[in-house]
């Protein structure tokens, strides 16, 4: 992040980058598929612990309420953040950027969808609106997330608390139709 700072992503290399942190290119490779991946580690750091954290939900709790508790339970690095989410909006083309978050929202969406038929057994009504649900559920996380972060720079509300009462805004919106769609489905 440091090297994207002070020279730009366009001016980065890989071997920029490999040889600040001391590995080889072959190193780096193992680890981002392209210097542009890096720029987005903390979507995918925050994926694998919110897949985790959904996991660990206890059966019988709400689906809007599980996942709700999933994203809180982040221990976000608001330096990294705050750098990769300025770097992502000065250097990089909105297409890649694009691309990188649907992406993201739907794996989101996936673990989500896995987590409903993991605790149900669908019919297979129940299985399209357990994926329009978890869809919804992951739209309106990426929503609030992007919310959250377009604060950026040196924010003193990009933090935690703020994340959570955006995350409860748009979860709530979607919970009320939701809850009663998925209750009918035995679902929820």
């Known amino acids: ?15 920029d980058i490999a040889a600040d942190v001391g590995v080889t290119e072959r190193t780096f490779y193992r680890h ?3 210097k542009h991946a890096v720029i987005f580690a903390d979507y995918d750091i925050g994926f694998e612990w919110f897949a985790r954290a959904l996991a660990l939900r206890p059966h019988g709790e709400s689906i809007t309420a599980s996942v709700r508790k999933a994203v809180n339970a ?55 609106i357990a994926d329009i649900a978890a869809h919804s559920l992951a739209t309106a996380v990426f929503v609030s997330l992007e919310a959250w972060m377009g604060k950026g720079g040196q924010d003193p509300d990009l933090n935690q608390d703020e ?21 009918h489905a035995g679902l929820d």
């Not at 992040?1 to 071997?15: C, E």
């Not at 000065?90 to 691309?99: A, G, M, N």
């Not at 929202?105 to 057994?121: G, K, N, Y």
């Open 1 to 15: 992040m440091k090297r994207f700072v002070a020279d730009g992503v366009h001016q980065t290399s890989v071997s």
């Open 32 to 34: 981002f598929p392209s």
């Open 74 to 128: 982040f221990p976000f690095d608001f330096a990294m953040v705050r750098e990769a989410a300025t770097i992502r909006s000065r250097d990089l083309d909105q297409d890649i950027i694009t691309t990188h978050i649907r992406r993201m929202r739907d794996q989101v969406a996936d673990e989500i969808s896995r987590f409903i038929h993991e605790r149900s057994q669908p019919t297979a009504d129940g299985a399209m």
């Open 163 to 183: 994340l959570s009462r955006l995350t409860d805004i748009a979860l709530s919106t979607l919970e009320d139709g939701l809850t009663a769609t998925l209750r």
